[in-house]
């Protein structure tokens, strides 16, 4: 059996970006928040997250965009919950499992953990406006 590479550069980040957006639009919980309510331009939307995922992996200055305005705007129109991050996730985790092995591979599922809980903290987290008005 062939061993598993790391992940090393932006072929990588493409392949693993198809990959993990092909499973996802193919998932009964997350797939319709992409396809139905986000209406997801996926040749527009593929080249930005390679970008992203570069910038996150590689440190390199190449994309420009907010994730957590889209995501909080996106919450506006349909919410999300704790269960369609972890989704996500699982998602991302077991696609790189799937292709990759190494530093980078363990550090991008990291850095995937940390993205997503934050996001999932900044659009389920009580308003503190309506908190400070209840006291």
Do not use: C
Request: hydrophobic share 40%.
């Amino acid at each position: 059996m062939k061993m598993k590479s790391d992940i090393n550069d932006r072929v990588d980040i493409i392949n693993l970006v198809d990959a993990f957006y092909k499973k996802v639009q193919n998932n009964k919980l997350i797939g319709p928040v992409f396809t139905d309510i986000a209406k997801v331009d996926w040749v527009h939307h593929l080249p930005k997250m390679y970008d992203f995922w570069e910038t996150i992996l590689f440190g390199k200055a190449i994309y420009k965009g907010n994730p957590m305005l889209t995501h909080i705007a996106l919450n506006q129109k349909a919410k999300l919950q704790t269960e369609e991050f972890e989704t996500w996730k699982g998602i991302f985790f077991s696609t790189v499992d799937e292709l990759f092995e190494g530093e980078n591979a363990e550090i991008i599922k990291q850095k995937a953990q940390s993205i997503a809980d934050l996001m999932d903290f900044k659009v389920n987290r009580p308003n503190p406006q309506v908190m400070i008005k209840g006291k």
